[in-house]
């Protein structure tokens, strides 16, 4: 703890100036040092907002590498605007610290940063204030009006798709944990067990194709079943899920089959998109078009439940659904 | 701690619901419950956006009255958006919670979404996580393009004027302490002493008043003479206090000058808006359009310094000026 550094200095220091050094982004009018920041959002386009917080022990181990931390600050929150089909305006932090520890700030502002500057995101603003650790981003975004994607509006018949690969993170946790328990050093940053638990990605790219195509979206954060779960009460429908075409993350090859498919359909923080796409609507023609493969891993159902089969179409348990902090 | 307790359940059940039934604001899209919320912002006006964090220990003491503590993470920053001159649009509101206590969560949220229908600020977005208790807001806001008041523009021969009456919220929590240090009962939400304290103003109404015609303006949410620094630096002057013309909260009545000068210039979150007004701009028709008393204490100067002068024009000390969680 240094007495010289107030929080004005910790965010000038690792925040304002390094961002403002990046491109300055269109829609900002106002950033980081007045009372609140100043955006324009374009005619004919509506305002998307998300919050999402960090807090260590319920999210991340106390030695979890500050650079991931602020990715995966920041990437959560993309991840919900990808999941309404929004182009990103910019981004407020919000950070609660036990104290000023200058190696673990110059690693978190750097990783938020780096993908702040590689999704076109400027912070615009931010607090920092002293108590246990806690880290919070709210992301805004625009869309063009009407355009959102939502949660309802699945109809049974759509195809399920999702982005990318599943269980990843689930997996790097799993790593994680075990290492721990055998008291073994912590993994850096660079460990490729935990390249998705540490590095999720924000499909950006792929929300935005998504526009006036999926019928309803949602980001997976929770929980393949949990996230999809979601999307049918929302859309009052069913969905039936087919394990073998659930894309499968490298970082589970060699797994026994029952943990790989809890870290598939039950892990959280892989932040892919789930959608549904109306039967009509050509899935080459949107793969095409995004940096991220997409597979159809099933189907929405009349109903209301979700059900997992196998390859002959045996029904299949689910194991534990999505992760809710404050469910017993 | 209830095991039939949800994240999702505690939204629903204190704030989504409750929000719902307000009156629908005119800018809402869509709110609690999807992976975003969508608002619309006029056309020709620019948005605003603030976020402010309370922590407990840091900013409230553990028993602090849960429904002051819900206006209050509120207030702040709809202060804030005062200060640039805004209407609000929409809040969001990420709870950090050490469990599920239902009577805190009830005194929080009426709190909350009192000051939210009063104030007109749908809620429309939020997160609860499990941790050490942290209170995190972000307020969204809209100003007509190019109309926001800013810390920067103001100039020497500018009156420098005040909003309401300062130093309540400091009086309040000298009592509060003194009342701990006696091992008393904390205050209940109804103690007239800490009025200030527990129930700060939001001055949308004064700051509406100021487009077009204040030069800058700041809110008082360090302290009087810090918040000034704030103003004097962005707009690249110095400014003048007259002591005697400094408006005093009731609460600082029967109070040494000494301390009552302690309170009224470094106390901080009286929440009053501080701005410079060209010499030229009548202030009594300002006055007369808002509603909350507006006083002249002293004038903007060249150079870069801050002076309080008492009656005959000699200088005074400050006492120590605002509150910055992590200097010394």
Redesign the interface.
Known sequence: ?S????????IRRYFAEPAAAATAAEGL??GI?????????R?GY??????????????FFPDHPPASLGHKALAANLS??A??G?EP??A???L?LPG?DHAWLKGFSQGFLALAGEAGVPL?????????L?I?V????E?P?GQ?L??GGARPGDRLVVSGALGGAAAGLAHETHRRTRGEAPADSGNTACARLFWPPARLGVGRALRNRARA???ISDGLLADLGHLCA?SGCGARVEWPQVPLDPLLEGMAEPEARACALAGGEDYELLFALPSDEPLDLLAFSVDAPLTVIGEMTEGDEVTIVDARGARLEPGRAGH?????
Do not use: K, Q, Y
């Open positions: 703890m007495g010289t550094d107030s929080e004005f200095d910790l009018r106002l040092g007045d009372d609140a920041a100043l955006l324009a959002v005619p509506e305002l998307v907002v998300a919050v999402d917080t960090l807090v260590e022990g319920t999210h919900d605007l999941a309404m929004a305006l910019g407020l932090l919000s609660v000023v615009v603003g931010g607090d920092t204030n002293r108590g246990p806690a919070s709210t992301v805004l975004g869309v009006a959102a939502r949660r979206a949602i980001d929302a809710d902090h404050f469910a017993g």
